[in-house]
Nanobody, 122 residues
Framework: VQLQASGGGLVQTGGSLRLSCAASGDRFRDSAVGWYRQAPGNLREWVTT???????AYADSVKGRFAISRDNAKNTAYPQMNSLKAEDTGVYYCNAAYYDTSRDVPKWFDYWGQGTLVTVSS
C-alpha cells in the first residue's frame, strides 16, 4: 500500500480543514486507517483511527472536533478537522494497518504516507 496525504495548509484558529489520504493497492480496503501528527519538537502522536467495521476512536484532544471517514470506492480516507486550535499545528500522517492472515503466522503491516503540514495561526 502506498499512501499520499494532501490538503494541509494555513488556517486561522477556529477554522476547518479536510485532509485526504489517497491509497494505492488492494490492501487499503482491508486495512484500518488512522491519522497521526507531529508538532515541532514533539513525538508523533495518534489522532484518530477507523477500524474495518467502521468503529472510530479519537484522541481526547480532538474529540468532538475531528471526524474520520473513508471512501473505499476511491481508496481514500479523510479527517474533517473543525474548530482548529494552535495546538493542532503539525505534520499529519496517514496510516493503514493491514492484518495479513494468509500467512502461516498472521502479521500486521503498517503503511505510512509522507505527511502534510497543517499550520493553525492564532
Amino acid at each position: 500500500v502506498q499512501l499520499q496525504a494532501s490538503g494541509g495548509g494555513l488556517v486561522q484558529t477556529g477554522g476547518s480543514l479536510r485532509l485526504s489520504c489517497a491509497a494505492s493497492g488492494d490492501r487499503f480496503r482491508d486495512s484500518a486507517v488512522g491519522w497521526y501528527r507531529q508538532a515541532p519538537g514533539n513525538l508523533r502522536e495518534w489522532v484518530t483511527t477507523m477500524a474495518l467495521g467502521g468503529a472510530t476512536a479519537y484522541a481526547d484532544s480532538v474529540k468532538g472536533r475531528f471526524a474520520i471517514s473513508r471512501d473505499n470506492a476511491k481508496n481514500t480516507a479523510y479527517p474533517q478537522m473543525n474548530s482548529l486550535k494552535a495546538e493542532d499545528t503539525g505534520v499529519y500522517y496517514c496510516n493503514a494497518a493491514y492484518y495479513d492472515t494468509s500467512r502461516d503466522v498472521p502479521k500486521w503491516f503498517d503503511y505510512w504516507g509522507q505527511g502534510t503540514l497543517v499550520t493553525v495561526s492564532s
